[in-house]
């Protein structure tokens, strides 16, 4: 599921703390671990079988990786990115029950996609080698190679059950449950482009980071 808990310790941080810098930054090695065994232990609901892993998919926990790598430093961390303007304008199209207010007015996406880039460009300079990133435009042309490459990163044997996802009949609680259902297909790729002449917002908001991807253009510091 997309868990909000992650989300919900970082605002008791920057409450407490009254910024997000200086609390990260404050934290002993002590309070970490407390603050890593609350997720483990509010997300316990969640997990219904005895499996020693599990994935919390909330797209909004990119803004909180440098404190998900304090607190929870065996955990995993896959940035699953897509074109700019083919993730920006599934967003735009989705209404969402709650939350992603930045979904709304394209600007606010293409901004907040390109502070999403910043961050995690930022991750890769500090902590290389910590985040898995995965192109959805590679997973299309080489869902086996890609799904290999993955499992690889998370110290998981390959399983051909991988390749049949879409036959998996667990319930899905979030936008995607349509899609899930449904194998590796090209439909969403360039859906966008059908909408072209009226991105122009969303294009002089995304900038750079348009124009390079997949590459990350240099930041200003």
């Known amino acids: 599921m997309e868990l909000p808990n992650v989300q ?120 290389p080698g910590r985040v898995h990133r995965l192109f959805h435009e590679e997973m299309v042309d080489d869902t086996e190679g890609e799904i290999r490459r993955l499992l690889d990163y998370l110290g998981l044997p390959f399983d051909e059950k991988c390749l049949r996802f879409h036959e998996n009949e667990r319930a899905v609680r979030t936008a995607s449950a349509e899609q899930v259902r449904r194998p590796i297909n090209r439909e969403g790729v360039d859906q966008w482009r059908a909408y072209e002449p009226w991105l122009g917002p969303l294009k002089d908001a995304l900038g750079p980071v348009l124009t390079s991807y997949p590459d990350v253009p240099p930041f200003a510091e």
Not at 16 to 24: G, H, L, S, Y
Not at 50 to 57: E, W
Not at 68 to 97: E, G, T, V
């Open 8 to 127: 919900g310790i970082a605002k008791g941080l920057a409450a407490e703390f009254e910024d997000r810098v200086p609390a990260i930054a404050a934290l002993g090695p002590d309070r970490l671990i407390e603050l890593g065994e609350r997720y483990v232990r509010e997300t316990r609901s969640y997990r219904k079988t005895d499996r020693p892993f599990f994935i919390d998919k909330m797209p909004n926990n990119w803004l909180y990786v440098p404190l998900i790598h304090l607190m929870l430093p065996n955990a995993r961390i896959i940035d699953a990115r897509r074109h700019p303007l083919a993730c920006c304008f599934s967003n735009f199209k989705q209404n969402y029950a709650r939350g992603q207010t930045f979904s709304y007015d394209l600007g606010d996406l293409g901004a907040y996609y390109t502070n999403y880039v910043r961050m995690m460009a930022h991750v890769d300079d500090v902590l």
